[in-house]
Protein backbone atom coordinates (compact mmCIF):
# COMPACT_ATOMS: atom_id res chain seq x y z
CA UNK A 1 0.00 0.00 0.00
CA UNK A 2 1.47 3.52 -0.88
CA UNK A 3 2.29 5.75 2.07
CA UNK A 4 0.54 9.31 2.65
CA UNK A 5 2.32 11.27 0.20
CA UNK A 6 2.39 15.54 -0.03
CA UNK A 7 3.08 17.81 -2.21
CA UNK A 8 4.81 19.88 -2.74
CA UNK A 9 7.42 19.41 -0.73
CA UNK A 10 9.54 22.40 -0.41
CA UNK A 11 7.72 26.12 -0.68
CA UNK A 12 9.27 29.04 -1.11
CA UNK A 13 6.97 32.41 -0.57
CA UNK A 14 6.55 35.52 0.29
CA UNK A 15 5.24 37.70 3.20
CA UNK A 16 1.38 38.68 2.49
CA UNK A 17 1.00 35.18 0.13
CA UNK A 18 -0.88 33.00 0.39
CA UNK A 19 -0.06 28.70 -0.09
CA UNK A 20 -1.97 25.23 -0.60
CA UNK A 21 -0.52 22.13 1.14
CA UNK A 22 -1.98 18.85 -0.36
CA UNK A 23 -1.81 15.24 1.14
CA UNK A 24 -3.00 11.88 -0.29
CA UNK A 25 -3.84 9.58 2.86
CA UNK A 26 -3.30 6.06 2.82
CA UNK A 27 -5.66 4.09 0.60
CA UNK A 28 -9.05 3.46 2.86
CA UNK A 29 -8.19 5.92 5.62
CA UNK A 30 -10.63 8.63 6.30
CA UNK A 31 -8.99 10.66 8.76
CA UNK A 32 -6.56 13.28 8.09
CA UNK A 33 -5.00 15.36 10.47
CA UNK A 34 -2.43 18.38 9.99
CA UNK A 35 0.69 19.52 12.12
CA UNK A 36 3.34 22.04 12.21
CA UNK A 37 6.68 21.43 13.31
CA UNK A 38 9.20 24.20 14.36
CA UNK A 39 12.25 24.22 16.24
CA UNK A 40 11.03 26.54 18.61
CA UNK A 41 7.21 24.99 19.24
CA UNK A 42 7.86 21.91 18.71
CA UNK A 43 5.04 19.53 17.04
CA UNK A 44 1.71 20.89 16.99
CA UNK A 45 -1.61 19.96 16.38
CA UNK A 46 -3.65 21.97 13.19
CA UNK A 47 -6.99 20.44 12.51
CA UNK A 48 -8.45 16.92 11.71
CA UNK A 49 -10.98 16.01 8.89
CA UNK A 50 -12.66 13.09 9.38
CA UNK A 51 -15.27 12.15 6.18
CA UNK A 52 -14.93 16.11 4.78
CA UNK A 53 -15.80 17.23 8.13
CA UNK A 54 -13.42 19.11 10.59
CA UNK A 55 -13.50 17.34 14.22
CA UNK A 56 -10.94 18.97 16.10
CA UNK A 57 -9.28 22.11 15.33
CA UNK A 58 -5.79 23.66 17.27
CA UNK A 59 -4.81 26.58 18.69
CA UNK A 60 -4.01 28.66 15.25
CA UNK A 61 -5.56 31.95 13.91
CA UNK A 62 -8.01 31.64 11.17
CA UNK A 63 -5.37 32.57 8.76
CA UNK A 64 -5.12 28.77 8.84
CA UNK A 65 -7.51 26.62 7.09
CA UNK A 66 -8.72 23.06 5.78
CA UNK A 67 -10.77 20.83 3.90
CA UNK A 68 -11.21 17.50 2.86
CA UNK A 69 -12.63 15.82 -0.61
CA UNK A 70 -14.80 13.23 -1.05
CA UNK A 71 -11.66 10.99 -1.72
CA UNK A 72 -10.34 11.79 1.96
CA UNK A 73 -7.54 13.90 0.25
CA UNK A 74 -7.01 17.35 1.76
CA UNK A 75 -5.93 19.98 1.58
CA UNK A 76 -4.22 22.82 3.75
CA UNK A 77 -4.33 26.58 3.00
CA UNK A 78 -2.62 29.59 5.21
CA UNK A 79 -3.23 33.27 3.78
CA UNK A 80 -1.50 36.51 4.14
CA UNK A 81 1.53 34.35 5.09
CA UNK A 82 3.82 35.38 7.80
CA UNK A 83 7.93 35.23 8.58
CA UNK A 84 6.81 32.62 11.64
CA UNK A 85 4.38 30.49 9.52
CA UNK A 86 8.18 29.02 8.16
CA UNK A 87 7.89 25.74 8.94
CA UNK A 88 7.54 21.44 8.28
CA UNK A 89 3.95 21.33 7.55
CA UNK A 90 3.06 17.37 8.68
CA UNK A 91 0.06 15.62 7.34
CA UNK A 92 -1.11 11.79 9.34
CA UNK A 93 -3.69 9.81 7.76
CA UNK A 94 -5.92 7.17 10.07
CA UNK A 95 -8.12 4.76 9.37
CA UNK A 96 -10.96 6.39 11.72
CA UNK A 97 -10.62 9.54 13.76
CA UNK A 98 -8.28 9.14 16.55
CA UNK A 99 -6.79 5.52 15.51
CA UNK A 100 -3.09 4.95 14.82
CA UNK A 101 -1.59 7.75 12.52
CA UNK A 102 0.89 7.28 9.44
CA UNK A 103 2.29 10.33 8.32
CA UNK A 104 3.67 11.93 5.10
CA UNK A 105 6.94 13.24 4.46
CA UNK A 106 6.12 16.57 5.22
CA UNK A 107 6.02 19.57 3.13
CA UNK A 108 8.69 22.47 3.87
CA UNK A 109 7.96 25.66 4.15
CA UNK A 110 9.86 28.83 3.90
CA UNK A 111 8.32 32.58 4.30
CA UNK A 112 10.65 35.15 3.45
CA UNK B 1 -6.82 17.45 30.38
CA UNK B 2 -5.16 15.07 28.46
CA UNK B 3 -1.33 15.43 28.32
CA UNK B 4 2.14 13.50 27.45
CA UNK B 5 5.22 14.49 28.96
CA UNK B 6 8.93 13.41 27.63
CA UNK B 7 11.58 13.87 30.62
CA UNK B 8 14.79 15.10 28.88
CA UNK B 9 14.72 17.37 25.34
CA UNK B 10 18.22 15.71 25.03
CA UNK B 11 19.24 12.13 25.88
CA UNK B 12 23.08 10.80 24.52
CA UNK B 13 24.30 7.52 25.13
CA UNK B 14 27.40 5.86 23.52
CA UNK B 15 27.16 3.28 20.92
CA UNK B 16 26.54 -0.25 22.43
CA UNK B 17 24.77 1.31 25.64
CA UNK B 18 21.40 0.74 26.76
CA UNK B 19 18.49 3.48 25.18
CA UNK B 20 16.02 4.68 27.91
CA UNK B 21 13.89 7.49 26.71
CA UNK B 22 10.60 8.47 29.22
CA UNK B 23 7.25 9.28 28.81
CA UNK B 24 4.26 9.25 31.22
CA UNK B 25 0.80 10.38 30.49
CA UNK B 26 -2.24 11.58 32.30
CA UNK B 27 -5.15 10.41 30.91
CA UNK B 28 -8.80 9.92 33.39
CA UNK B 29 -9.12 6.56 30.90
CA UNK B 30 -6.85 3.95 29.31
CA UNK B 31 -5.26 5.31 26.40
CA UNK B 32 -3.67 4.00 23.41
CA UNK B 33 0.39 4.96 23.43
CA UNK B 34 2.74 5.24 20.80
CA UNK B 35 6.20 6.29 20.22
CA UNK B 36 7.20 7.60 16.59
CA UNK B 37 10.39 8.41 15.53
CA UNK B 38 11.74 11.31 13.09
CA UNK B 39 14.93 11.32 11.26
CA UNK B 40 15.85 14.60 9.78
CA UNK B 41 14.01 16.52 6.85
CA UNK B 42 11.44 13.35 7.36
CA UNK B 43 7.84 12.58 8.46
CA UNK B 44 7.36 10.78 11.71
CA UNK B 45 7.70 6.40 11.76
CA UNK B 46 5.67 5.00 14.19
CA UNK B 47 7.66 2.82 16.39
CA UNK B 48 5.31 1.03 18.59
CA UNK B 49 1.88 1.45 19.84
CA UNK B 50 -0.16 0.01 23.15
CA UNK B 51 -3.65 -0.91 22.45
CA UNK B 52 -4.12 -2.63 25.92
CA UNK B 53 -2.98 -5.68 25.28
CA UNK B 54 0.62 -7.07 26.53
CA UNK B 55 1.74 -4.50 28.65
CA UNK B 56 5.75 -5.07 26.99
CA UNK B 57 5.06 -4.04 23.61
CA UNK B 58 8.17 -4.62 20.63
CA UNK B 59 8.42 -2.08 17.77
CA UNK B 60 11.05 -1.74 14.88
CA UNK B 61 14.68 -1.58 14.86
CA UNK B 62 14.76 -3.44 18.64
CA UNK B 63 12.75 -1.29 20.32
CA UNK B 64 10.26 -1.96 23.30
CA UNK B 65 8.36 -0.03 25.20
CA UNK B 66 6.35 -1.12 28.92
CA UNK B 67 3.16 0.20 29.77
CA UNK B 68 3.35 0.64 33.53
CA UNK B 69 -0.47 1.85 35.07
CA UNK B 70 0.40 2.46 38.00
CA UNK B 71 3.37 4.79 36.96
CA UNK B 72 1.23 5.82 34.38
CA UNK B 73 4.59 5.24 32.07
CA UNK B 74 5.29 4.54 28.58
CA UNK B 75 9.08 4.30 28.64
CA UNK B 76 10.95 3.35 25.79
CA UNK B 77 14.40 1.40 25.82
CA UNK B 78 16.27 -0.17 23.09
CA UNK B 79 19.36 -2.32 24.63
CA UNK B 80 21.94 -1.73 22.46
CA UNK B 81 22.07 1.85 20.89
CA UNK B 82 23.34 2.28 17.45
CA UNK B 83 24.68 5.17 15.32
CA UNK B 84 21.50 5.01 13.05
CA UNK B 85 19.30 5.28 16.11
CA UNK B 86 20.06 8.80 16.45
CA UNK B 87 16.84 10.70 15.52
CA UNK B 88 13.69 12.64 17.59
CA UNK B 89 11.79 10.38 19.36
CA UNK B 90 7.71 11.47 20.50
CA UNK B 91 5.59 10.10 22.66
CA UNK B 92 1.57 10.16 21.81
CA UNK B 93 -1.20 9.32 23.33
CA UNK B 94 -5.06 8.64 22.22
CA UNK B 95 -7.62 9.08 24.09
CA UNK B 96 -11.47 9.24 24.06
CA UNK B 97 -12.99 12.37 24.76
CA UNK B 98 -16.54 13.28 24.08
CA UNK B 99 -16.46 14.06 20.38
CA UNK B 100 -14.04 10.75 19.48
CA UNK B 101 -10.40 9.48 20.22
CA UNK B 102 -8.23 12.66 20.27
CA UNK B 103 -4.21 12.40 19.61
CA UNK B 104 -2.04 14.08 21.44
CA UNK B 105 1.94 14.29 21.28
CA UNK B 106 4.93 14.86 23.71
CA UNK B 107 7.52 17.54 22.95
CA UNK B 108 9.94 15.15 21.59
CA UNK B 109 13.56 13.62 22.93
CA UNK B 110 16.32 14.22 20.86
CA UNK B 111 18.76 11.03 20.58
CA UNK B 112 22.32 11.47 20.15
CA UNK B 113 24.79 8.67 19.77
CA UNK B 114 28.44 9.03 20.69
CA UNK B 115 30.46 6.57 18.69
Known amino acids: KAGVTQTPRYLIKTRGQQVTLSCSPISGHRSVSWYQQTPGQGLQFLFE???????NKGNFPGRFSGRQFSNSRSEMNVSTLELGDSALYLC???????????FGPGTRLLVL | AQSVTQLGSHVSVSEGALVLLRCNYS??????LFWYVQYPNQGLQLLLK??????LVKGINGFEAEFKKSETSFHLTKPSAHMSDAAEYFC?????????????FGTGTSLTVIP
Open chain 2, 27 to 32: SSVPPY
Open chain 2, 50 to 55: YTSAAT
Open chain 2, 92 to 104: AVSVPTNTGNQFY
Open chain 1, 92 to 102: ASSLNAGGTQY
Open chain 1, 49 to 55: YFSETQR
